[in-house]
């Protein structure tokens, strides 16, 4: 099956255990199971910490999404990101991860597993294959990467990586967020896991926390699985019930917000009052030709710069009456954020990882609304900034 049908149908086998027999699955709100017998709590559904039917029918979408054997879905991306590296990493251990990360798992990796379990955290420009080469020691576990990543829109090569990876015998871990499954996938391209915050691109609408992670490696689900049952960060049921409904029009709409973000990119660039505009689409992007190889298509993810401070930043934010100040990113609405003073703004306070991180940048996530309004809403705000 192509992508759009997998997106519908994977992992909902039309089989009923009620006799109704509903197109849309049942949304499985129990917490426990009945049991025909004492004996182990393995033996099919029992708790839904453990396991639950509806979550089940999502994880199997994702992986097949993927192209990954394995998934499971937490409470959050955090949460996801928390239980992976918890089953990879232990006391000494040492991490590489890109210099251009979410503000979290900046936070993740430096404040609480550096400084709290003693796991030594090192960031590399990773769009440098040979500078994460340089970097690995004896103690190395995992090399983090995000491509596009988290507000600069910077590329890695995935494939070069990896085989720096397994020549090291050290995981390759991609956070595929922002590109989602339907214009990357990282397993295919030798990554050994893939995370999402399910809360983006995956759910589409902006009314569901969560986090996944796919992986082909067995042994890698195993104990992932071990460390979820522990400490129970799980998705509910319902919450795998919305982002399962919002990854059937995960096609159609990337496609709209990709389309909007390249000629929103190409308005921006144009503009005397913007100092630079970040979109992997764009000839400009320094690893546009990676993108091209690398992604089928460039996404709805852009930041920009403009001239000035955050005197212009806030002038240009009060002329925009479409495109809401939040952050979060990935839905159908149009979101923008000040990633300096939000996002990532407790990393930039403790001087982790990259700072290039200017008080002028701006993170747009581009939903599919109508793009000439979204464009006259951006020429609304420019307009605020003094000439």
């Not at 499985?28 to 453990?50: C, N, P, Q, V």
């Not at 319902?238 to 409904?245: E, G, I, P």
């Not at 764009?282 to 993108?291: D, F, I, M, V």
Request: proline content about 3%; overall charge neutral.
């Amino acid at each position: 099956m192509e992508f759009e049908t997998k997106a519908i149908h994977s992992g909902e086998e039309r089989t009923s255990d009620d006799g109704i027999n509903a197109i849309t699955p049942p949304i499985h709100l129990t917490s426990t199971f009945l049991r025909k017998d004492i004996g182990s709590l393995l033996d099919g559904y029992a708790y839904s910490r453990l396991s639950n039917p509806t979550r089940t029918i999502l994880e199997k979408k994702l992986a097949d999404l993927e192209g990954g054997r394995f998934c499971l879905c937490f409470s959050s991306g955090m949460a996801a990101e928390t239980v992976l590296i918890m089953s990879l990493v232990k006391t000494g251990d040492h991490i590489i991860a890109s210099d251009d990360l979410y503000g979290g798992t900046k936070e993740l990796l430096s404040m609480l597993f550096a400084e709290s379990f003693g796991v030594k955290v090192t960031y590399v420009d990773a769009t440098s294959t040979r500078d994460i080469e340089k970097a690995i020691t004896k103690n190395t576990k995992l090399i983090w990467l995000e491509t596009p990543s988290n507000p600069l829109m910077k590329l890695c090569d995935i494939k070069s990586i990896s085989v720096i990876s397994k020549k090291y015998r050290v995981k390759l871990i991609v956070d595929n967020t922002f590109a989602s499954p339907f214009l990357q996938k990282p397993l295919l391209l030798g990554a050994d896991a893939v995370v999402h915050s399910t809360t983006k691109y995956l759910n589409g609408h902006s009314d569901s926390i969560g986090g996944a992670v796919i992986t082909s490696d067995k042994e890698l689900y195993e104990k992932m699985n071990f460390v979820r049952k522990i400490d129970g960060a799980i998705l509910s049921p319902f919450d795998s019930f919305l982002v399962a409904r919002g990854v059937k029009t995960l096609a159609i709409r990337m496609r709209q917000h990709e389309e909007n973000a390249m000629k929103i990119a190409e308005y921006l660039e144009k503009q005397k009052k913007v100092k630079r505009v970040i979109y992997p689409g764009l000839k400009s992007h320094p690893q546009y030709e990676l993108a091209k190889k690398q992604m089928s298509g460039f996404g709805g993810m852009l930041s920009f710069e403009l001239y000035g401070g955050l005197t212009e930043v806030r002038r240009f934010l009060s002329g925009l009456k479409i495109i809401s100040l939040a952050v979060s990113l990935g839905g159908i609405e149009s979101l923008i954020e000040h990633p300096s003073s939000m996002t990532h703004g407790v990393a930039q306070g403790k001087n982790i990882g990259n700072n290039d991180i200017s008080e002028s940048l701006l993170r747009l996530s581009v939903g599919i609304e109508r793009v000439e309004d979204l464009i006259a809403d951006i020429a609304s705000g420019l307009k605020k900034i003094q000439d």
